[in-house]
């Protein structure tokens, strides 16, 4: 039998560190007052937190750090966000190849590992140190982390241009004379988010810090922490290039402006909201790169492509995408206008906002304020007679009906919808009011999707999984310095339900969307749960990414492991 693992107690009391009576009289005082009986033996005066360490290094055979500043590497420091180092008591040391060395009080602690693996997106291997010695590093290195002037102007920002600067008045000019570090900073953060292909930058006051966050693959990462004194500059900054009030700090306000770097034009735009602590601001960037907007490249299986190209080169009807916000629908959308935007084709776009600019199309931004809506926008395109038309979203009857009255009439209407799964669009549309016989008619293709992380081929790790009852060859997330958190970019999950299953079941008294789903998979289309499997059988991305981006009630799979 092995040898049971021996107390820290008596480990101490074998050491002659403490004696016996010592020891009892500490966990007498643990069996009235609780807590940790290291902590117990260092308040009451019998050891030292180092000799704590030391003891329960040996208990659990992991390596035990006196933790000095010279065993901490600078560099380390930027896996782990200041927030999770405070909260479970550690301190990234140094990196090896793929994984972070972190010193921690307690590295036994199984979620403190999770989070940690999951955010620098590294092997984490623990080593052991006092809780002081932790404690004192925190406050002395992520001070440093925290942007300084210095920091802020020795930035090499280089090659950013506001494309708008020469528009700006008199006043605010005035204004950017005194924001020298704020423009520098703002110009960092914006180079930062287009560096790292950013969807999101948020910015957001927490207590005495302005944080940046990017959205990356989908995730939120923390990248820099200024000193709140720096938010008020920031942010009249930020105001100044998208031509907001400045002086209005109640009301949450929009705007946008055009920037250009590394010989790429970048769309930023920008929302303000009041908290209680000041002014938060999010800014989508939006790269404006035409290669993106690929229906070869978008992660549709073949048999999907083919069906979807078959579709769109009717011309006619109307073309669907589903899903929710940040799925990629209107990235689909726009792949379709590109493969069909011709010469001999007038295309009209209805959006909120224009996300990207094609050449020949006609591309038309709401200003409900100004009284154009998605509905009186659409009734005005419709007489300069276009072949395709975009709609980006259907909020109400009058506007749906619009929409797919024009489909009768021999042209190609495209739209999105906020629903889970592609069977499930028309009976929104319903709801709506709209008539089941119109839709049967009008509708030619739904497709809907959701985005997932792909696997870093360089980390990815190979694991033997059972499923539907087989035994099935999976990979999953590692980590490296190449990747974050095993994963580099996002593909597709996609299904569609074609106009040929809609034209017969929407007739029919006792339709659903699951018959309408199955009607669909008898025609040899695949559900997302069916695609995520396929991308998972070819190691494009991991099962836990299809777990995560797909409810478990649209699996057609028994899941095991």
Same mark, same amino acid.
């Given at each position: ?352 906002? %224009? /996300?990207?600019?094609? !050449?020949?199309?006609? +591309?038309?931004? @709401?200003?409900?304020?100004? =009284?154009?809506?998605?509905? *009186? ?74 985005? %997932? /992380?792909?696997?870093? !081929?360089?980390?990815? +790790?190979?694991? @033997?999984?059972?499923?539907? =009852?087989?035994?099935?060859? *999976? ?87």
């Amino acid at each position: 039998m092995p040898t049971p693992k021996k107390q820290v107690g008596e480990i101490l009391v074998e050491k002659g560190i403490i004696t016996l009576e010592q020891l009892q009289l500490a966990l007498k005082r643990q069996q009235e007052k609780g807590g940790k009986l290291g902590r117990l033996l260092v308040r009451m005066g019998f050891v030292s937190e180092e000799e704590i360490s030391q003891a329960i290094s040996e208990q659990i055979n992991i390596p035990h750090i006196s933790l000095k500043p010279a065993d901490i590497e600078s560099a380390a420091i930027n896996f782990i966000p200041e927030d999770i180092a405070r909260k479970y008591s550690l301190i990234p040391i140094s990196v090896e190849g793929s994984q972070l060395v972190v010193a921690m009080d307690d590295p036994l602690n199984s979620m403190a590992l999770d989070v940690l693996k999951f955010t620098s997106g590294m092997q984490v291997v623990p080593v052991l140190a006092a809780h002081s010695r932790i404690a004192e590093s925190i406050e002395s290195l992520y001070t440093r982390k925290k942007m300084t002037e210095e920091a802020i102007l020795r930035y090499a920002d280089d090659g950013l241009v506001i494309q708008e600067e020469k528009d700006l008045t008199e006043q605010k000019l005035r204004y950017e004379s005194k924001l020298a570090v704020s423009v520098k900073a703002v110009n960092m953060i914006i180079i930062e988010g287009i560096k790292t292909n950013a969807t999101d930058i948020h910015l957001e006051i927490d207590g005495d810090h302005l944080r940046v966050r990017y959205r990356i693959d989908g995730y939120l990462r923390e990248k820099f922490i200024f000193p709140v004194e720096y938010h008020s500059g920031i942010v009249t900054r930020i105001k100044i290039m998208t031509n907001l009030d400045i002086g209005e700090r109640l009301a949450p306000q929009e705007g946008s402006c055009r920037v250009e770097y590394d010989k790429h034009d970048v769309d930023l735009l920008l929302s303000t909201i009041p908290t209680v602590q000041g002014e938060n601001v999010s800014i989508s960037v939006l790269v404006q790169e035409v290669e993106k907007y690929d229906l070869t490249k978008l992660g549709m299986p073949e048999d999907t492509l083919k069906a979807v190209q078959k579709h769109i080169e009717r011309v006619s009807g109307m073309i669907i995408a589903t899903g929710p916000t940040g799925s990629g629908k209107t990235t689909t959308i726009y792949s379709i206008i590109r493969s069909l935007n011709t010469m001999g084709r007038k295309i009209v776009t209805i959006e909120d906002p %224009v /996300r990207y600019r094609f !050449p020949l199309v006609n +591309q038309i931004s @709401i200003k409900p304020s100004a =009284g154009l809506t998605f509905k *009186t926008a659409l009734g005005s395109v419709l007489r300069h007679d276009p072949e395709i038309i975009f709609i980006e979203e259907l909020h109400d009857f009058e506007t749906a009906e619009l929409a797919v009255r024009a489909g009768l009439t021999g042209r190609l209407m495209m739209t999105t919808l906020h629903v889970a799964d592609a069977a499930s669009a028309p009976f929104r549309l319903m709801k709506m009011g709209l008539d089941p016989f119109l839709l049967a008619d009008t509708i030619d293709l739904i497709i809907a999707q959701r985005l %997932v /992380r792909k696997l870093c !081929p360089n980390c990815k +790790q190979e694991k @033997i999984i059972s499923l539907g =009852g087989r035994k099935v060859r *999976t990979y999953e997330a590692i980590g490296c310095p190449r990747c974050t958190g095993g994963y580099i970019g996002q593909t597709g999950l996609f299904e569609i339900v074609p106009g040929e299953v809609l034209s017969t079941a929407l007739l029919k008294k006792d339709v659903d969307p699951d018959k309408i789903r199955e009607a669909s998979r008898e025609m040899g289309f695949r559900t997302m749960w069916e695609s995520g499997i396929y991308l998972v059988a070819q190691g494009i991305t991991s099962l836990d990414e299809i777990r995560r981006a797909l409810p478990a009630e649209y699996s057609r799979y028994i899941l095991t492991e």
